[in-house]
Each structure stands twice: as C-alpha cells, then as structure tokens.
C-alpha cells in the first residue's frame, strides 16, 4: 500500500479575514472542525504552514493537539507541500486547505480508494475541475511523483502560490484525469470560510444546526431545505487564481 497523507495548507494572514481558522465556533476553533473531520479517514494529516512569526499560533495549536506541521514560504505553497511530502515520505498526497471546515472525510476516504484502485502514479484526481460539489468540499489526489515534478518546474508565482496548476493543467502532458462528481449539481453553495458573510455561514450552522455530525451528503440535504441559509453568502465571489 502507498504511503497517503492528507495535506492541508493553512496560515494566519487571509487578506480578506485574517485570522479565521482560529475564530472560535461554539467554543472551539474554527480549525478544530477541519481536523475531525479529516481525522476521521484515518489517513494521516499534515498541517503546511508558513515560517512567519504570524503563524506561530498555528504551530502551537498542532504542537497542542498531536498535530503534525512542517513551516515554509509564505507564498511558495508548492515548496511547502514538497517539504512536507519528503518529510513524510508520501507516496500520495490528499491536499486540501484549513478554511474548510466541513469538508466531508467520507469523500476523501472513498476518493483515496478509487486512486489507489487506479494503480497510477500520473493521475490527477479531483473534485474541483469538474465542479459539482459545494465549495469547501475540495480536495485533489496525486502521486509524490507528480508533486515532485512541479516543484522542479514550475516557475510563475501563480504556479508557486496555488500548488497544483502545473498538475492539472497538464503543463508535462502526461498526466491523466479521473473527477469526482455528484448529482443533482451543487457547486453553487459555499462551505469555505474566506468572508465575514461565509463564517456567519458556518457559525450559524455549526452552533445552531450541529452540522459538524452531518455528512457531505447530509449536509447538503439540509442546504437544500434551507435556502435562506445559503442566502447568507451566495453573493460571494470566490477569488480567482
């Protein structure tokens, strides 16, 4: 079996809400959610933070919780996903971010199934070029082999900043594709935590509805029948790469 690690890139320096994966949520941080749900693949997770001062909090919230963190450029994300990998010696990487906090492990888990079924150490694996799921949902599957490529040649900021495009837009042309998609089509809803409007979002649904216990399937259920709730931040554009 290959060595699969879940990695989830975080810092403490969003441009628009600083500081969120450690606002406290019924009492708890954010983060903590993203964590458990993670955890409860029984992959192992990674946090990839950078080395600024202003991420301290975040080592010492992973030093705190038996949490396994490796620091790197600030804006070299890619370095950081490299740095860790080779410190882990993973074979495959799950990447996903800390702003999160209600990604589903269940699809994680059965996603890392299909990949490994695969046998395909040049597939890229994902629920975000093909849109369907909610956004926050996200996660990508590939091969240290594939990482280790586009760390040796990728060159824009763009590439460096946002880890995977020299992945998935297939710059080495020999990588293959496999989507994870649902139906009914739900990539309207917004999950992730990026604006003041999308953590009221998780607040509300957290501290009032206990949609940490829910599943993907299930939470997405319950959006359905409230649709005051994605209301709340569908006017929301989510930054482009």
């Known amino acids: 079996m290959p060595n699969v690690g879940i990695i989830s890139q975080a810092r403490m320096t969003s441009t628009r809400l600083p500081g969120k994966v450690l606002r406290p949520v019924a009492g708890r941080p ?61 074979d495959v990487v799950v990447r996903v971010t800390s702003d999160c906090p209600l990604l589903g492990g269940e699809l994680i888990a059965q996603a890392v199934q299909q990949y490994i079924a695969a ?4 597939l890229y694996l994902s ?30 900021a763009s590439d460096r900043e946002h880890v995977t495009p020299y992945i998935h837009q297939n710059r080495s042309g020999r990588v293959e594709f496999a ?12 999950l992730t935590v990026d604006t003041a409007e999308d953590f009221e979002l998780i607040r509300q649904l957290i501290e009032e509805h206990h949609a940490d216990t ?15 709730l994605v209301a709340l931040n569908a006017h929301i554009e989510q930054k482009k790469l």
Not at 119 to 122: D, K, Q, V, W
Not at 182 to 189: E, K, L, M, S
Not at 214 to 219: G, I, K, T
Request: glycine share 4%.
């Open 179 to 190: 989507h994870i998609r649902r139906t009914p089509d739900r990539h309207a809803y917004r």
């Open 127 to 156: 629920n975000v070029l093909e849109r369907t799921f909610p956004r926050g949902f996200d996660f990508e599957v590939f091969s240290r082999e594939l990482l280790d490529e586009a760390h040796q040649f990728a060159t824009t």
């Open 30 to 90: 954010l983060l903590s959610y993203h964590v458990a749900r993670l955890q409860a693949t029984g992959l192992p997770l990674y946090l990839a933070i950078t080395d600024k001062p202003t991420d301290d909090p975040l080592a010492e919230y992973a030093a705190n919780n038996g949490l396994a963190c490796t620091r790197g450029p600030e804006d070299d994300v890619l370095a950081r996903y490299y740095q860790c990998a080779a410190a882990h010696s993973l």
């Open 119 to 122: 046998g395909n150490p040049r």
């Open 214 to 228: 829910l599943s993907a399937d299930e939470l997405i259920a319950f959006l359905d029948a409230h649709p005051e």
